[in-house]
Each structure stands twice: as C-alpha cells, then as structure tokens.
T-cell receptor, first 109, second 115 residues
Framework: QKEVEQNSGPLSVPEGAIASLNCTYS??????FFWYRQYSGKSPELIMS????GDKEDGRFTAQLNKASQYVSLLIRDSQPSDSATYLC?????????FGKGTSLLVTP | GAVVSQHPSRVICKSGTSVKIECRSL??????MFWYRQFPKQSLMLMAT?????????EQGVEKDKFLINHASLTLSTLTVTSAHPEDSSFYIC???????????FGPGTRLTVT
C-alpha cells in the first residue's frame, strides 16, 4: 500500500463548478497535511496546509481532514481554466514530506 | 515572502561530468533544506534532507557519494551530481523551511539533461 494515494485523473470539470480532489494516507499517526499545485514543467506551489480535523477555507479553496478515515480532500469552488494543473497531496513524515502522485485537474471553458 | 530560488533552471551536460545546483532562500533563514527528484509523470521523491552546518541525511537508495549536498549557510544549499549519467536526467527541486515544524517552500526546479 502506497503511503499517500491519489487518483491520477484526469478530473475534468466545467468552468464555475466545484472540483473535488481526494487523498488517503496510510500512517495513522500523521499530523500535518498539505496540498500543492504543480503546473507542467514547474515546481509545486503550496495552496493549503491543514493540521486538525474539519474544514479550513482560504478563498476559493477548502481543505478537509478526517483523521479517523485517514482522508484529506481539497475543494476548489468556482473553478477557472487557470486552475488546470496537477494537485499533489503531501503528508509530513518526520521532517520531510511524503507526496502522492497527484491528480490532474482540467477545467474546461 | 518565502521565496526560494534555484540556479541554473536548466542544464545540459555530457556523461561523466559533474553539475552543481544551487538553492537559496531569499527572504528567510532556512535551517533545513530538502532535495527532491521528479521523473516525468511521477511524484516528487525525496533524495536528502540537509541542516545548516551538518551532514545531509540521505534517503534509502540515494548514493551520497554521487549526490553531494552542502548546506554551509542558512540561505544556501548546493547539490552536486558527480559523474552524471543519462539516467540522472531529471527535474531536481529543492525546498526550504524556516524550521522543522513549518511548511516547505519550493524552488523553481532545475531540469538536468545528461547526454
């Protein structure tokens, strides 16, 4: 079992819709979770961090964490074509980050 | 804030030569820096963790004599790929953190092509 799992996609949503990205992790003791956005050929950019159960909102982005289910999600409201990218879920492991393979999101005009 | 730079952004070298990549934190002091490698359509794989003034900690399977890491100051870490081979061609990305409990901020990456 991979430590951080994501559906590779692509996930296609129409412009203005809500995009829902999911991530599961295997280490029940994990405490810190992150969502990064990566455009093709570029390095990852931090979008959200979440440390406690529940929702955390920042603009159009909402991260949701359920430690009992070992599940993290990212919701993007009012999706824009510029949101088209690969979204990486990362879980802190010791001092470093353990990344999922990423979900490719395509927002169609 | 939290800007990390990398240099060069792209490098092409011949097999057998060495290449040095620099990673700098521009507006904060990075006690810890990380080096990742990403092959096409794969996720980021951690290569090593370096703390300022200490020897780097390498992940299993990463040759420390091939990938030399130096973290001599709180704003600069370097990765030297020694005797590079075509299979070392990859996207190398550094990240920096003001402390172990903080988020990591990524540099723009260096695309290495070994011919």
């Amino acid at each position: 079992q991979k430590e951080v799992e994501q559906n590779s996609g692509p996930l296609s949503v129409p412009e203005g819709a809500i995009a829902s990205l999911n991530c599961t992790y295997s280490d029940r003791g994990s405490q810190s979770f992150f969502w990064y956005r990566q455009y093709s050929g570029k390095s990852p950019e931090l979008i959200m961090s979440i440390y406690s159960n529940g929702d955390k909102e920042d603009g159009r982005f909402t991260a949701q964490l359920n430690k009992a289910s070992q599940y993290v999600s990212l919701l993007i409201r009012d999706s824009q074509p510029s949101d088209s990218a690969t979204y990486l879920c990362a879980v802190r492991k010791g001092y470093a980050l353990n990344f999922g393979k990423g979900t490719s999101l395509l927002v169609t005009p | 804030g939290a800007v990390v730079s990398q240099h060069p952004s792209r490098v092409i070298c011949k097999s057998g030569t060495s290449v040095k990549i620099e990673c700098r934190s521009l507006d904060f002091q990075a006690t810890t820096m990380f080096w990742y490698r990403q092959f096409p359509k794969q996720s980021l794989m951690l290569m090593a963790t370096s703390n300022e003034g200490s020897k780097a900690t390498y992940e299993q399977g990463v040759e420390k004599d091939k990938f030399l890491i130096n973290h001599a100051s709180l704003t600069l870490s370097t990765l030297t790929v020694t005797s590079a081979h075509p299979e070392d061609s990859s996207f190398y990305i550094c990240s920096a953190s003001p402390g172990l409990a903080y988020e990591q901020y990524f540099g723009p990456g260096t695309r290495l092509t070994v011919t």
